[in-house]
């Protein structure tokens, strides 16, 4: 018997160095530290944007520095109810909910609508707090292989479950491909089961005025499709959302645990995702060009021999392997000026470790440029 009971975190830890698996914090300062950014998920080049910003200092000013309280409480101001709505608006739904991250915002779309003795059919792509909310909600799950409607199918017509959810990310945060999402809603309407899809990384970047991949799939406003999506990628700012029909709001704000027992969204953060919403929804250019800029980098991989999709959005995977040759063409980068993600287990399969690029609106020529010397670099380097 050990005097001390956490000393198994010494030896796991000592396995993850040997992994290549130990993460650690890497503060950044406040301005330019001369790395090209490619790695945050500003898509739109909003979080500093000086409209975005004012936005948020507008808020605070009035507002105050926090919300002070639950929704249900004192944390609902009249700026939350007018960002929602026009979050709803925009991207096509009546009503909207927010929320003080994403990731609560998933785990209350799928755990006020479904539960035990329901079934959960979730892409085995989907991202961690999709699979979280899952596993929270005690009902049934079966994960298909990531992106299969004849799976989803499979599960749904099987059932003996009477309810069923079908969640899936519209744009996947790793491999940075699109759900079928016109299919899906087919198959779940078939079966009689409710379609969740999460626009984290589709907002303000696919679609018409970046309106997301549900409106661009011509499903805006369907009352069996539910939302999620975050403020703090495109939008540059911090929160979360649902987004739908009344009644499916209704019933978020009588039994969504993450809305009824969690401190509202601070007031700044509202003011800034409203400000950048405003920038997007008069300016189409800006989605089009986050999009076109991923093109350009996946092509540069794809010119250079390495492993990489046809992005949909703003996410560029370049897959490398092993999680120690990921880290190692990560420092090539930097070594050469751009900072890109670094994707290893269990964020991804074994031997599937990547960089992860994310393209901005606002990159030009010579940053492009210089992304493409730095990825020749790590192909010249690993081989």
Known sequence: MTSDPLAWLDSRAASRRTEGLRRSLSPRPPGPDGLLDLASNDYLGLARHPLVVQGGCDALARWGAGSTGSRLVTGSTALHESFEASLAAHMGFPAALTFSSGYLANLAAVTSLASAGDLVVSDAGNHASVIDSCRLSRARVVVTPHRSVSAVAQALSSRTEPRALVVTDAVFSVDGDLA?????????RSYGAVLVVDE????????????????AAGLAGSPDVVLTATLSKALGSQGGAVVGSQRVIDHLIDAARSFIFDTGLAPACVGAADAALALIARDSGLSAAAVAKAALLASYARELGMQTSSPAAAVV???????????????V???????VGCFRPPSVPDGRSRLRLTARADLNDDQLATVRSALGAVRDRLG
Do not use: K, M, N, Y
Not at 201 to 213: I, M, Q, T, W, Y
């Open 180 to 188: 079928p999402l016109a299919e899906l809603v087919q198959v779940c």
């Open 200 to 215: 984290a990384h589709s907002l303000g970047v696919v679609g018409d005025l970046g309106r997301g991949a549900t409106f």
């Open 317 to 331: 995977p370049v897959v490398i392997g092993e999680p120690s040759a990921a880290l190692a063409a990560q420092a």
């Open 333 to 339: 980068c930097a070594q050469h000026g751009v900072r």
